[in-house]
Antibody
Framework: EVQLVATGGGLIQPGGSLSLSCAAS????????MSWVRQAPGKGLEWVST???????FYADSAKGRFTVSRDNSKNTLYLHMNSLRGEDTALYFC?????????WGQGTLVTVSS | NFLLTQPHSVSESPGKTVTFSCTRT????????VQWYQQRPGSFPTTVIY?????PSGVPDRFSGSIDSSSNSASLTISGLRTEDEADYYC?????????FGGGTKLTVL
């Protein structure tokens, strides 16, 4: 069974940094297409970043230059390193994977950027 | 770049059929596959339709998807509505490697 568990969220001041983790089970992170999607309070879904199995990475304009997606194959875990955080980055961050063209989601981790 | 536009909300009675639209502005709806996600209150999204009209195992056949090139839109239809279908529904497609989401439609079953 595919499972994704995102952790690492919390309250952070504007300009700060935070790293999110997404522990995967039931499949191999390094062999699959993995993404981060966020949802601001009361708002819709917004794509943040994707890493392909070959290692290519892609970012939404809002994340470029500030966020970095990576993975640790030994831990079967996906990461999102976030710098220069802004109030508009406040959201529930979900990780997702695509297996046989079906997207599987995990529960999110809440990031709140506020002074 | 393109946009996906969804109606903000839809209401329907139990047992009825409802259809959600997802209209693409910029390019053809047939250019990239469309997915539909269901997000119940307080939960994470789940896939109910992928690749325009495919249903993952475990999703009831009351859910169906289609695309219409004449209106440049995708549709999600739910028949035999149940109260547990009450949720937000999002369409999503790809713009090269980027994901594009519609704004979501809130379904109320009353």
């Amino acid at each position: 069974e595919v499972q994704l568990v995102a952790t690492g969220g919390g309250l952070i001041q504007p300009g700060g940094s935070l790293s999110l983790s997404c522990a995967a089970s039931g499949f191999t992170v390094s062999n699959n297409y993995m993404s981060w999607v966020r949802q601001a309070p009361g708002k819709g879904l917004e794509w943040v970043s994707t890493i392909y199995s070959v290692g290519d990475t892609f970012y939404a304009d809002s994340a470029k230059g500030r966020f970095t997606v990576s993975r640790d194959n030994s831990k079967n875990t996906l990461y999102l390193h976030m710098n220069s955080l802004r109030g508009e980055d406040t959201a529930l961050y979900f990780c997702a994977t695509r297996i046989s063209m079906i997207t599987f989601w995990g529960q999110g981790t809440l990031v709140t950027v506020s002074s | 770049n393109f946009l996906l536009t969804q109606p903000h909300s839809v209401s329907e009675s139990p047992g009825k059929t409802v259809t959600f639209s997802c209209t693409r502005t910029g390019g053809s709806i047939a250019s990239n596959y469309v997915q539909w996600y269901q997000q119940r209150p307080g939960s994470f999204p789940t896939t109910v339709i992928y690749e325009d009209d495919q249903r993952p195992s475990g999703v009831p056949d009351r859910f169906s998807g289609s695309i219409d090139s004449s209106s440049n839109s995708a549709s999600l239809t739910i028949s035999g509505l149940r109260t547990e279908d009450e949720a937000d529904y999002y369409c999503q497609s790809y713009d090269t490697s980027n994901w594009v989401f519609g704004g979501g439609t809130k379904l109320t079953v009353l």
